[in-house]
Every structure is written in C-alpha cells, then in structure tokens.
C-alpha cells in the first residue's frame, strides 16, 4: 500500500519545515542558495535505480537504470504508486528521458540510442543515435537539453535529436561537472550533480548557475554511497517539484522558493 503523508507544516527529516542551501561561498560555489518547502512524502520503490522523472498530460513517470533492470513506469502523482511499466532488453542501461509530442525519448548510457515509446501504451516509435554517453534529458519548445555526466548541455532538436550546439554550465566562471537528471522549470533547467545532493538551477541560454538547492536534508540515511539524489519533475498544474533518489524508499513533492539573499 503506499504511504502518502501531507505536510505542509511538518517538519524536515532532522530539522524545520524550510530547508536552505549554506551561504553563497561557503561551499565554494558563488550562486545564491534557495529555499524550499516540503509539501508531501509518497512511497517509491527502494529497488528503482532512478535514472529520471518527468510529467507529461498530468502523468508522471520514472526511468531505472542498470542493465536487466532498465525500466519505464508510470506513478501515480498523488502516491507515487506504480501504474505499469515497460522494460529495456537486457543489454542496454537505462537513462533520462523526457516527453516529446505523445512519446518518451529515453536515452541509454553508453549504447548511443535513445528509445522512443508511446507513452499511452509504451509501443516502441523507433530510437535515435547518437555519440557520447547519455545521463539526462529534457526540453521545451522543440528543443532537447542532454547531460553526458560533464559540465556541458548539448542542444539537440526535438524531432530528429540532431546537435544544434552547446552550452557550458558554469558558476561564477567555475565549470560545474557531473552534471545528470535535468528537468525545465518554468524557464530554467534544473539539474542533478552526481555524487552530491545539489540541484543547480541554469539559466538556459547562458549556462550560468542563477542558484541551488540542497536537497541533502531529504537524502535517507543508511543507503550506501550509490544512493544519491536522481530525479527531478516540475509538475506545472500545481507548481510543485517532485523529487527522489536512487534506491530512495521515498519520494518528495516539494514547494521551491527563490533566491536568498
């Protein structure tokens, strides 16, 4: 059965109801920290190597990782209950994926195809190929934003996944590697620094870090170190940020804030 706690007043795992990033600099980065709020706690499946989240029509679905467990399911928004799901062949490493026109594009690490699927159905649509690896994928207005794990975006076209160019994501002039899942949020990127619990939120024609999240009160403990935070979704009906990790027993819906001073 899932678990679905609301708490818009409740306090965070170890601490209060607002969880901020520490002061410009004091993590050697120069964008400014911003605020969240925790809206709701829902279940997610501790064995999901999550790769990805997204929204789509109100929907909400997840990528997984690893080869023989590369999966695409579809969770229920209001407990993040498993709806169905759709899963790669064996030989291939799941990644991000984003929607585009009815279809997920799900990419693969190290394979250099991207899966296209119906997302009413899963049928497979036909794949795309590309160079490189593949961590994380999102878009809008016919554009695609790909991570391959540096501190690079790659603009690709939406319906044929040509490169259009580039973009280099930095922080005060400081390059910002690793990065993973990307998500756009009402005009900007957010996007997942493996190994850490930051999000940096990028402005997407610059690159530049406008500011971050610390997403490490959330983080479970007793995990291991491959259970990092992975996977972001905006969900624009309620303007409301989903987030989990990989091999997290739970998800969280959270209410993000701006900058601080």
């Not at 997610?44 to 990528?63: I, M």
């Not at 259009?164 to 994501?169: E, I, Q």
């Not at 993973?180 to 957010?190: A, D, K, Q, S, Y």
Request: charged share 20%; glycine share 14%.
């Amino acid at each position: 059965m899932a678990l679905v706690l609301l708490l818009p007043l409740s306090p965070l795992p170890g601490g209060g109801g607002v969880a901020r990033a520490q002061a410009p600099g004091a993590d050697g980065t120069l964008a400014p920290p911003a605020p969240w709020r925790l809206a709701a706690t829902l279940a997610h499946d501790s064995g999901a190597f999550t790769q990805g989240l997204f929204f789509a029509g109100g929907r909400l679905f997840e990528t997984t990782g690893l080869r023989g467990a590369s999966r695409i399911m579809e969770l229920d928004p209001a407990s993040g209950r498993e709806l169905r799901r759709a899963e790669l062949p064996a030989r291939f490493f799941g990644e991000g994926a984003t929607a585009v026109d009815g279809a997920a594009v799900w990419l693969t690490w190290t394979s250099g195809r991207a899966f296209v699927l119906g997302l009413d159905d899963f049928a497979p649509r036909g794949s795309f190929a590309y160079s490189g690896q593949g961590w994380g994928l999102t878009g809008h207005g016919g554009l695609l934003y790909m991570s391959d794990g540096s501190d690079t975006l790659t603009l690709r076209d939406a319906r044929t996944f040509a490169e259009l160019g580039r973009v280099a994501v930095r922080d005060g002039g400081r390059p910002v590697e690793l990065l993973n899942e990307l998500e756009w949020v009402e005009g900007e990127i957010f996007a997942n620094v493996w190994r850490s619990s930051r999000v940096a939120v990028i402005d997407p024609p610059t690159g530049r870090v406008r500011r971050w999240l610390d997403l490490g009160p959330l983080v479970p403990p007793g995990l291991g170190p491959e259970a990092v935070a992975n996977g972001l979704a905006w969900n624009p009906a309620t303007r409301r940020l989903y987030v989990t990790g990989k091999r997290w027993p739970v998800m969280y819906v959270l209410e993000p804030g701006p900058a601080t001073p």
